[in-house]
């Protein structure tokens, strides 16, 4: 059974950073692309960033040049590091896995984390 665990998020001021880690089990982790999802209160969830097992990474545009999405195949485990934070950014962080390896991760899995919840306020 597959399971994502998320975690690291937080109450940050703006301008501010957080990581968030994700350990994956019940997949062969270093087949598949990762990716970190975000859902607002009141909006649906969204894909931030995505990275297949090769390292090819994709963003959506609200994130580029801020947000940075690693992975650590040996532990089975996927990153998500957040600079320069906006108030926009307030969401729950989930993580899951894409057995295409497409970075845009077409085909994520049906079960989901609880995600880690991250708020960005003064």
């Known amino acids: 059974q597959v399971q994502f665990v998320e975690s690291g998020g937080g109450l940050v001021q703006p301008g501010g950073s957080l990581r968030l880690s994700c350990a994956a089990s019940g997949l062969i982790f270093r087949l598949y692309a990762m990716g970190w999802y975000r859902q607002a209160p009141g909006e649906q969830r969204e894909l931030v960033a995505g990275?297949?097992?090769?390292?090819?990474?994709n963003y959506v545009d609200s994130v580029k040049g801020r947000f940075t999405i690693s992975r650590d195949n040996a532990k089975k485990m996927v990153y998500l590091q957040m600079n320069s934070l906006k108030p926009e950014d307030t969401a729950v962080y989930y993580c899951?896995?894409?057995?295409?390896?497409?970075?845009?991760?077409?085909?994520?899995?049906?079960?989901w984390g609880q995600g880690t919840q991250v708020t960005v306020s003064s």
């Open positions: 899951n896995a894409d057995w295409t390896n497409k970075a845009t991760m077409n085909r994520p899995f049906g079960s």
């Open positions: 990275i297949t097992s090769a390292g090819t990474t």
